[in-house]
């Protein structure tokens, strides 16, 4: 199977690439600079030249792949617009495919509601994204239409990793001797995902025959940053303190792309193992930490 994938150096994709070249399928990847291109080699992928502002330059080629994985984003302002024109720019150029081409393409955690500890998202729960996310749902909504595309969509948990995400922040913060910052409280839920377990959530979707696919990724369903900060401190044998802060002064909620982490969220993590057979192997708190911390 050849897969082309966008945003493959940033922290998914990357992780996505290592998983699928692993799994012995040849992996292209959408590079904007040499640096890209030398990144993507590194991880066993070829480097096609082309940048998400200008689809022209590579929706044909990611077209005749077997599948495209779309991970990339620009998170400038322009986020939004270069999403939905170079999602429409691919779904055209398939459109004279003999088979739809199977695309998996990147939702997130923060395109549902805040829930607490009353409710669980679920796939089914109605979309109510957070104002810098809210192209996603309408990328959504334009490639779910025709039968142009075999569409998955994997709504990732916060992801982490030994380099990003709330743990290894969590770990920085204390290992510097201070206080860990957030938009959240000590009592916000954060679902979570360990990036090596998102991405075979990815690998299994591209395999997955259904023709529409919704997954949430995550193998926690919700822990409190109070919690999470505590287990974190034991782990290293330091008290890690947890201050709220607001957003940025004069932020717009178009792009406040850190709001999310205040939304408190718990999430039904069963359908996604039940539908594909994905079995993450970082499955507790204690496992998650325990594996970023080696």
């Given amino acids: 199977m050849d897969v082309f994938v966008t945003g493959g150096t940033g922290g998914i994709g990357s992780a996505v690439v290592r998983k699928l070249v692993s799994g012995g399928a040849t992996v292209i990847g959408l590079a904007r600079s040499e640096g890209s291109a030398a990144r993507l080699r590194q991880l066993g992928a070829n480097a096609y030249p082309g940048d998400l502002r200008n689809p022209d330059s590579w929706v044909s080629r990611a077209a005749a792949c077997d599948a495209v994985i779309h991970t990339g984003a620009t998170f400038s302002e322009d986020m939004g617009r270069v999403d939905r024109q170079s999602m429409l720019a691919l779904k055209q150029a398939a459109r004279h495919r003999q088979q739809p081409l199977k695309v998996v ?3 997130g955690i923060w395109l549902f509601p805040a829930t607490g500890n009353t409710t669980k998202i679920t796939e ?12 996603m749902t309408e990328t ?8 142009d595309l075999n569409l998955a969509v994997v709504h990732p948990a916060l992801a982490c990793s ?3 995400g709330p743990i290894a922040d969590m770990t920085r913060a204390l290992k510097a001797g201070q206080p860990f ?9 954060w679902p979570l995902v360990e990036i090596e377990d998102l991405a075979a959530l990815y690998a299994v979707a ?3 025959a259904r023709f529409r696919l919704s997954l949430i990724a995550s193998s926690i369903s919700g822990i409190s940053v109070g919690h999470l900060a505590a287990h974190i401190s034991a782990r ?6 947890v201050v709220t802060i607001g957003p940025p002064e004069g932020a717009d909620p178009d792009t406040d792309w850190s709001a999310g982490y205040a939304l408190s969220q718990s999430v039904d993590t069963a359908h996604a193992q039940r539908v594909t057979g994905w079995q993450p ?11 970023l911390s080696r």
């Fill in 281 to 291: 192997e970082q499955s507790t708190v204690e496992d998650l930490i325990v594996s």
């Fill in 181 to 189: 910052e957030t938009r959240a409280t000590a009592e916000t839920l």
């Fill in 162 to 164: 030994r380099d990003s």
């Fill in 105 to 107: 393409y990147t939702g």
């Fill in 206 to 208: 591209l395999k997955h």
């Fill in 124 to 135: 089914k729960t109605p979309f109510a994204p957070l104002p810098a996310f809210r192209f």
């Fill in 236 to 241: 290293h044998g330091h008290p890690l303190d």
């Fill in 140 to 147: 959504i909504r334009t490639l779910s239409h025709g039968t």
